[in-house]
């Protein structure tokens, strides 16, 4: 069994910057990623990272945020800079492995000011 628990979520300002963590027990993962899902909207693909470091990111994130992940230590992170009101959503870990899906619970990310 996959538990994924996330943190580092909460509240910033417009421009501001947080950083997100997943860490990862049970099994290490192959491809790891961060969907994030806003009220009234379905849920979208953040950014995804593959075992070996290829990373992929939705146009409205590029150049904004940057997806890693420590391997040894199971754990991805998602470093968010330049936040706008719009990122503000429910940010979910996702980590996949023989075919099946693996989802945290969801970290709150509000930018407002």
């Known amino acids: 069994q996959v538990h994924l628990v996330e943190s580092g979520g909460g509240l910033v300002q417009p421009g501001g910057s947080l950083r997100l963590s997943c860490a990862a027990s049970?099994?290490?993962?192959?491809?790891m990623g961060w969907h994030r899902q806003a009220p009234g909207k379905q849920r979208e693909l953040v950014a995804g990272?593959?075992?070996?470091?290829?990373?992929n990111y939705a146009d409205s994130v590029k150049g904004r945020f940057t997806i890693s992940r420590d391997n040894p230590k199971n754990t991805v992170y998602l470093e968010m800079g330049s936040l706008k009101p719009e990122d503000t959503a429910v940010y979910y870990c996702v980590g996949n492995l023989f075919g099946s899906l693996y989802w945290g619970q969801g970290t709150q990310v509000t930018v407002s000011s």
């Open positions: 049970g099994r290490t993962l192959n491809n």
């Open positions: 990272i593959t075992r070996t470091g290829t990373t």
